[in-house]
């Protein structure tokens, strides 16, 4: 079991920056592939970016390249999301996921965060 509670959303002019933290209890963070994933209103859940066990891969979504960038330090069971030139269509809320597979598809994580609300204003 894997429980995960993310931190570090909030409201945001367009052109700034948050970095989201989601902190892992247990001890088998290192064996799990993170991921982040976002929900606007009225929309589907979407593939944010994601992370191998020791942090060596990640693979983010087109439209979040060279904006965001996933890390993980597996010494403090936490990933992290940074934010940079936040456009109003990144307001969402914003989930972390656990999974074995390193993946952009949300079927392949196991233990999800409650999520933390990200809004971007224009």
């Known amino acids: 079991q894997v429980q995960l509670v993310e931190s570090g959303g909030g409201l945001v002019q367009a052109g700034g920056s948050l970095r989201l933290s989601c902190a892992a209890s247990?001890?088998?963070?290192?064996?799990?592939?993170m991921g982040w994933f976002r929900q606007a209103p009225g929309k589907e859940r979407e593939f944010v970016a994601t992370?191998?066990?020791?942090?060596?891969?990640?693979l983010h979504t087109d439209s979040v390249k060279g904006r965001f960038s996933i890390s993980r330090d597996n010494a403090k069971n936490t990933v992290y999301l940074q934010m940079n030139s936040l456009k109003p269509e990144d307001t969402a809320v914003y989930y972390c996921?656990?999974?074995?597979?390193?993946?952009?598809?949300?079927?392949?994580?196991?233990?999800w965060g409650q999520g933390t609300q990200v809004t971007v204003s224009s």
């Open positions: 996921a656990a999974g074995q597979r390193y993946s952009g598809n949300y079927r392949n994580y196991d233990y």
């Open positions: 247990g001890r088998t963070f290192s064996s799990y592939a």
């Open positions: 992370i191998t066990r020791s942090g060596s891969s990640t």
